[in-house]
């Protein structure tokens, strides 16, 4: 079985070569996964090619060739749309797709699971991944979180739905958060404060907002981005 970082980079690897033919560069490699060194890199590389899942060719530079990919990870790789970096709010209908998912110039991220309550979103590591437009992200760190539910719908934000995730603790009135909840539920609303409170805002007509103390609430990011798959 493959770590996170090696299925990770085998992704992104085979991403980059189906793309335009040319494997990426350490440099590109160590930035995607957010590696301190070109060291991390090659032993990555090592592992992969001891496992056969990649190999070296003879006499070329930024020369790799995928041999195979896990069977768990073709599996789990679904089509995807890009659906747009900042969702409209106030919004019923459904956003038209802007692009299609490119193979080329992708980041790989953590998908963390579903965000639902019960869970904080620590609580949600896991082994898989997912491969992201780097244009969505921008600088920071970022993971992925599959929507549950209904209450972002009038935000763009449909159940299934990957929300891409920038990591911070802090965030302005307005933005779309994941908010801790007494550290046990995790959600994805519209962040405000008022009187002393901390209010969470759904984007759906249906649904009412919430209200904590702020001691109550941790931010554990802010939406940067979403996916959506189609069958």
Known sequence: MLTRKQQELLI???ERLKADGVSPSFEEMKAALNLKSKSGVHRLINALEERAFIRRLPNRARALEVLRLPEALKAERP???LVSSQPEPQSTARPVPQAMLAANDTVVVPLHGR???GL???ALESDRSLAVPSALLGPGDHYALEVSGDSMIEAGIFDGDYALIRRCDTARDGDIVV???DDSEATLKYLHREGGMVRLDP???THQPQ???PDQVRIQGKLAGLLRRYH
């Open 203 to 205: 984007a759906n007509s």
């Open 211 to 213: 209200r904590y103390r």
């Open 179 to 181: 908010a801790l909840i």
């Open 120 to 122: 904080p979103v620590e």
């Open 115 to 117: 965000i639902a309550a």
């Open 79 to 81: 089509a995807l749309t």
């Open 12 to 14: 992104f690897i085979d």
